[in-house]
C-alpha cells in the first residue's frame, strides 16, 4: 500500500505514516448539488508521519479527486454565490509554466477533499468550466505566488484569476505589522512557510526530490498515466492551504489586508497585460478611514470568508 508520507510535523521524527487504508478513503464518497457522486479518491490522502496519535484534525488524510470532466467538481466552485462565499487552496503545475508553457494540472483544496483538475485529459471545456470560479469575487482563492499561475491561465484559457489571497505577500504584512521592514526579493518560499509553526508547522521531505525530477525530466507534469508521487505532490501542495489562511487572516490588521488585496491583484496582473488591459482592472478601495486607525492600533478583525 502506498503511502503519503511527503508531510510530517516539524517536531516530529521521521517515522513510518499512519493512517487510513486505501479502502477507507475510496469508500468516501461525495455528492453534486444534484445528487449524483463525484469521482471517487484515486489515491489516499495524504498524512502525517506522526506516530502520536494526537494529531490535529486538519493534518489527517482527505480524499483526493483526479477531475476530468466538470461534473466531478462541486458546485459551489462551479456556479458560485453572494450568500454562499467560499474559501479554496489554490495552485497550477506544468511544463515551464507561463504564457508560452503548458498548464497540466489545477489542484483546488477545499474543507472535505482535494481536486486535481487534470488539464492534460479534459482539455479546454475542463478549464471553461472553472473559468467562473476562477473570477469570481465569491471565491477567495489562497495560493503562494500566483504571478505565473495567473499568466498561464490568462494566455492559455482567457481566465483573469481574481480575488487572490496570496500566502507569501501576506506573510510579508505580518512581519511589517511586527515592525520589520520589507527587503526587495525577500520573499518566503512555500516550504519555509509550511514549515513556520505560527501558520502549519509542517516539513515537506518530498519537495526536493520532485525538483529533481523536474531538472532531469521537464514533462514529468504532462505524463499520464498518473504516478502515485504525482497524485500525492500535487495535493501536498495544496492541502495545507485553508489552514494557513486561518491563522494568517485572523492577524492581519484592516489595512494589512487591504494591502494584501491590492498587492495579490498585482500579482495576478503583472505578467498579464493584453489588448483587453488585463491591467486595467480595478483595486480594492482602501478601508474606511476609521478602519486605518483601528489597523494602527493593531486591530485584527477576521473571520473564515472576510
Keep these: 500500500m502506498e503511502r503519503a508520507v511527503g508531510f510530517r510535523p516539524a517536531n516530529a521524527r521521521p517515522v513510518v505514516a499512519l493512517g487510513q487504508t486505501v479502502e477507507h478513503a475510496m469508500n468516501l464518497t461525495m455528492f453534486d448539488a444534484h445528487g449524483a457522486p463525484l469521482a471517487r479518491p484515486t489515491v489516499e490522502g495524504c498524512r502525517s508521519r506522526n506516530q502520536s496519535g494526537d494529531a490535529e484534525p486538519w493534518i489527517l488524510p482527505i480524499p483526493v479527486h483526479i477531475v476530468t470532466h466538470h461534473s466531478q467538481l462541486p458546485m459551489s466552485f462551479l456556479q458560485p454565490r453572494p450568500d454562499q462565499p467560499l474559501v479554496i487552496g489554490f495552485d497550477c503545475e506544468g511544463v515551464d509554466l507561463a504564457r508560452y508553457g503548458r498548464l497540466c494540472i489545477m489542484q483546488l483544496a477545499f474543507d472535505d477533499a482535494v481536486y486535481l483538475v487534470d488539464a492534460v485529459m479534459g482539455g479546454n471545456s475542463l478549464m471553461q468550466a472553472c473559468k467562473l470560479g476562477l473570477e469570481s469575487p465569491y471565491v477567495i482563492k489562497v495560493c503562494h505566488d500566483c504571478k505565473r499561475d495567473s499568466e498561464a491561465l490568462y494566455f492559455q484559457y482567457g481566465i483573469k484569476l481574481n480575488n487572490v489571497f496570496d500566502t ?82 485572523k492577524s492581519l490588521t484592516e489595512l494589512s489586508k487591504w494591502r494584501l488585496s491590492v498587492r495579490s491583484s498585482l500579482y495576478c496582473q503583472c505578467f498579464c497585460a493584453g489588448d483587453d488591459c488585463f491591467l486595467g482592472c480595478p483595486l480594492p478601495p482602501p478601508p474606511a478611514t476609521d478602519q486605518w486607525r483601528t489597523s494602527s492600533r493593531g486591530g485584527t478583525g477576521g473571520g473564515r470568508c472576510s
Design 168 to 249: 507569501q505577500i501576506a506573510y510579508t504584512l505580518l512581519k511589517e505589522q511586527h515592525g520589520k521592514k520589507w527587503v526587495p526579493d525577500d520573499y518566503i518560499s512555500f516550504v519555509d512557510l509550511l514549515a513556520d509553526e505560527r501558520y502549519c508547522g509542517v516539513v515537506y521531505d518530498e519537495k526536493e526530490e520532485v525538483r529533481v525530477l523536474l531538472r532531469k525530466d521537464p514533462q514529468f507534469w504532462a505524463h499520464r498515466p498518473w504516478t502515485v508521487m504525482m497524485k500525492r505532490v500535487a495535493a501536498d501542495d495544496v492541502r495545507f492551504l485553508l489552514r494557513i489562511y486561518e491563522r494568517m487572516v
